[in-house]
């Protein structure tokens, strides 16, 4: 029996709601809060006669902690799963820690406004100390660990898919399959096709970001930096067939680097088709992808959230979106003194997940590892004080969890990705 609070209620929170309400018995009461309160109510309305949780909705602004505040006093969870946006993690870990609750959440800290003077101070030491240019990582939440620890509050950071499930197989490959893991390369393959010219699979503002920043790699200690997707490789996806991907800096580099010992390398590639390439070089060519704001007609607007009102919203993409994900890691290493190869991976289906959960399969990949941090914490599996990334928590009553839920996991012995 537990309460959970959900913040956010776009593609990803409303994949985490259903698979709440598929285990009443660990989520015997939910409430979905956000800007958008009538979003919650549609949510609500759909399942509520479907599930034994009991569902009740709040309108709340999570940039705002004494909203925050209230809302939790009021509600009383045992944890709250962040599936907002990554500009809103510093709010919600500030509240959490407020009201004496666990925190969960799929994506690290990034600044809305990347202009912003005091936050810009401090990236710019970071990148000349660290050598990489990425404006989201770990740091801003890593320096709530203490406060965490103090208050004996877990907070469990990147429970997605990646990071999230990719960094749990990176545990259960250390646990099971390596003595010594020395390459990573974390595998994003979108082979669905949703029909239009250009869209993304999730909240645009975001994903257009991550795409269009300077690329890094982690290797023999350091970070490499590389120009937006300067490099390229093919792979022959189980179950997809051969694609395109491109390597981006992706934030489980950052811990995996700190939590996998002697690992030599870790790289993240994504699948991109070309229309979405040629679109995203035009926007980003005439400003559209800009965060900063100017005066359109006498008003402010922000041209990247100008453009993500233009572009189809994520959540309707589920009815169209034909075709497979396939999302893993390939891991190098030594086992028993002998090399080793191996291949973990999960493929998920566009039109299985749309007609069990009414989403396309990259929502459905989040929101289910999204419900099964949060699982795993109100059921005691991995409490534990202080702020953690998955990879650090045991890896097996996640992955029996997700099997459960509906993103089983493959092996294949003989991968190669050719460098
Ligand atoms: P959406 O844009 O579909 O949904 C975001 C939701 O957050 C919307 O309901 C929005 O409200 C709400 N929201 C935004 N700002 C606020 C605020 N200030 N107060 C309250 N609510 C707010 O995004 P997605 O569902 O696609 O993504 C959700 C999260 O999942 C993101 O952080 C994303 O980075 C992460 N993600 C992680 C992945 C992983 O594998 N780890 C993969 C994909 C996504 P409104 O409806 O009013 O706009």
């Not at 820690?97 to 710019?124: F, H, M, Q, S």
Request: glycine content about 8%; proline content about 5%.
């Amino acid at each position: 029996m537990g309460k959970l609070l959900i913040i956010g209620c776009g593609g990803v929170a409303g994949v985490a709601v259903h698979k709440c309400c598929q285990n009443s018995k660990t989520f015997s009461e939910i409430c979905i809060a956000s800007r958008t309160k009538e979003k919650c109510d549609a949510l609500k309305e759909k399942l509520q006669n479907t599930t034994d949780t009991v569902i009740t909705t709040a309108k709340v602004d999570a940039d705002k902690v004494d909203e925050l505040t209230a809302l939790i006093r009021e509600y009383k969870p045992d944890a709250v799963l962040n599936v907002a946006l990554p500009y809103q993690d510093l709010t919600i870990m500030d509240a959490c820690l407020a009201c004496g609750v666990d925190y969960i959440d799929t994506a690290n800290y990034e600044p809305e406004d990347t202009d912003d003077k005091e936050w810009r101070a401090i990236y710019e030491k970071r990148c000349k100390e660290e050598g990489f240019t990425a404006y989201f990582d770990y740091s801003w939440q890593w320096a709530y660990r203490e406060k965490f620890e103090k208050a004996g509050l877990t907070a469990l950071l990147g429970s997605g898919f990646d990071p999230g499930v990719t960094s749990v197989f990176t545990a259960y490959a250390l646990k099971h399959y390596f003595d010594e893991i020395e390459t990573i390369d974390i595998l994003d393959c979108n082979g669905g096709d949703h029909g239009y010219p250009f869209a993304t699979n999730f909240n645009p503002e975001i994903n257009l970001r991550e795409v269009s920043a300077n690329g890094s790699y982690w290797e023999n200690g350091h970070w490499v930096e590389t120009k937006p997707m300067e490099i390229k490789r093919e792979y022959d996806f189980p179950q997809v067939g051969k694609k395109d991907m491109y390597l981006l800096h992706h934030e489980e580099i950052e811990s995996l680097a700190k939590n996998v010992p002697g690992v030599k390398r870790i790289r993240f590639f994504m699948t991109f088709g070309q229309s979405y390439l040629t679109h995203m070089k035009c926007l980003e060519d005439v400003g559209m992808l800009s965060t900063s704001p100017i005066m359109y007609e006498g008003r402010e607007i922000v041209p990247i959230q100008f453009l993500k009102a233009l572009l189809p919203d994520p959540a309707s993409l589920g009815p169209r979106t034909v075709g497979k994900t396939n999302i893993g890691c390939i891991f190098t290493g030594k086992k028993d003194g002998k090399e080793k190869t191996i291949y973990i991976y999960n493929v998920c289906d566009h039109q299985e997940c749309y007609r069990e959960v009414g989403s396309q399969a990259v929502s459905y990949t989040t929101g289910v590892p999204a419900m099964c941090g949060a699982l795993m914490l109100l059921t005691g599996k991995w409490n534990k004080p202080g702020v953690y990334t998955v990879e650090e928590l045991d890896p097996d009553p996640f992955l029996d969890a997700l099997d459960q839920y509906g993103l089983p996991r493959s092996e294949n012995r003989a991968p190669v990705l050719v460098d």
